[in-house]
């Protein structure tokens, strides 16, 4: 089987995402925007597919594809999928994010031609995981966060993630760079939440990489009062030894990296430099294969490794792995006006990740990473 094309696909859906001028988007008014789905077509007829949000396929994606990738691909064996994450991890011109995309795609191919899911593929472990809610941040006041953990707990979730004020000052209602924080309002926000669930809902805080050092150790102090799980990305993560006196200083777990680029090589080094307590990656930092290299380290060494972010690429690796490495999926971001459980996007005919009344969410058994597409939706939409 040889690989005889790789194409985007590029197609009109709705958002409600803007992005601001400090670089980090707002939810607001429904708008149009491009949608893609990457796909590799092969001599014997089998298809790979891939769809991501905009961290993947965005028009310089596309182009960096079209030039870069596709001439690398053609007449290659889709199956062997190292060989071609290592020409692609060694191509100075293609980012993690195009190889997480196209390896995803590879993966999807050989399940699809093999007709078993990409987590049976990756060996089975498990047909559902824990999901936490994982709420938007900026919600507004400690009383509306409150209330709306309240409202996932009813729905099931066990487990909560509070993003407080990220490029926003809660004090004029708007947006703003990432610094100054506001550390202080993010704790009331965490303390109302908690007394709000009660002691038995777990709860973790992802500032985004907002805080200083010392707000940091801060806010690392006052939720381990609350009982809270871990402490996600609380400071820039460009630099590690902040991050080792923080682990050192504080009996929270430090989650990261979350946004360092570096796939599994930089996760093996904030390990090896204990700059974190649990590890945190996803599909756009080299793909299904360089995350489940980055897990079997994580796995050897007897460190957590906590998957970020929704997606059917995700799940299957939740899908084989086990919960002592990978113990939640995170389910958002989420809002008290929209109910997430009734969103399916219009390219696809099923939602991703549909969770149980017990706050599980069942591993895709479909061939491949489970996608099933509504054609007629893209097509009437191509751009």
């Known amino acids: 089987m040889k690989i005889t094309d790789v194409k985007i696909i590029s197609f009109k859906a709705k958002s409600r995402f803007s992005p601001t001028k400090w670089g980090y988007e707002v939810w607001g008014q429904e708008h149009d925007e ?14 790979g597919f891939f769809t991501g949000d905009n961290m993947y396929l965005v028009a310089p994606t596309q182009e960096v594809i079209e030039q870069l990738v596709k001439p690398l691909l053609i007449g290659e064996d889709p199956l062997n999928r190292e060989l071609l994450w290592q020409w692609m991890m060694g191509h100075h011109g293609i980012s993690e994010a195009v190889i ?33 809610a994982s709420s ?24 909560y993630k509070i993003h407080a004020n990220i490029y926003w000052n809660p004090e004029k209602e708007e947006p703003a760079p990432a610094k100054p924080a506001f550390p202080k309002a993010d704790i009331e926000i965490c303390r109302a939440v908690r007394d709000a669930v009660g002691d038995d809902m777990v709860l ?14 801060y806010v690392g102090r006052e ?18 030894e902040p991050y080792r006196k923080l682990s050192e200083a504080l009996d929270i777990a ?64 939740f899908g084989s792995t086990s919960e002592e490495t990978c113990e939640y999926y995170e389910r958002g971001l989420l809002r008290p006006e929209e109910d997430y459980d009734s969103i399916v996007p219009p390219h696809l005919k099923q939602p991703c990740d549909p969770m149980d009344e017990n706050g599980f969410v069942s ?10 597409f509504d054609w007629g939706y893209v097509s009437a939409n191509i751009v």
């Open 204 to 217: 973790m805080l992802d500032p985004y990489g907002v805080y200083t050092f010392e707000e940091s150790l």
């Open 363 to 372: 591993i895709p058994q479909g061939p491949g990473l489970g996608f099933e």
């Open 100 to 132: 997480g995309a196209v390896d995803c795609a590879l993966w999807d191919l050989a399940g699809r031609s093999a007709g078993v899911s990409v987590a049976q593929l990756l060996g089975g472990y498990r047909d559902k995981v824990k999901a936490y």
């Open 136 to 159: 938007a941040p900026n919600l507004g006041s400690p009383e509306v966060y409150a209330a709306h953990a309240v409202e996932m707990k009813k729905r099931g979730y066990t487990a």
């Open 254 to 317: 430090i989650l990261g990296p979350e946004t360092e680029p570096g796939s599994l090589y930089s996760r093996a080094e904030w390990a090896m430099q204990h700059a974190s307590d649990m590890g945190r990656i996803d599909t756009s930092f080299g793909g299904i294969t360089g995350v489940r290299k980055a897990l079997g380290f994580y796995e050897s060494i007897g460190m957590q490794c906590e998957l970020e972010y929704v997606g059917f690429s995700n799940l299957a690796l």
């Open 223 to 240: 939720v381990e009062k609350l009982d809270f799980y871990w402490l996600e990305h609380p400071m820039d993560e460009r630099k590690t």
């Open 34 to 47: 491009v949608q893609r789905i990457l796909k590799i077509e092969t001599d014997e007829g089998s298809e």
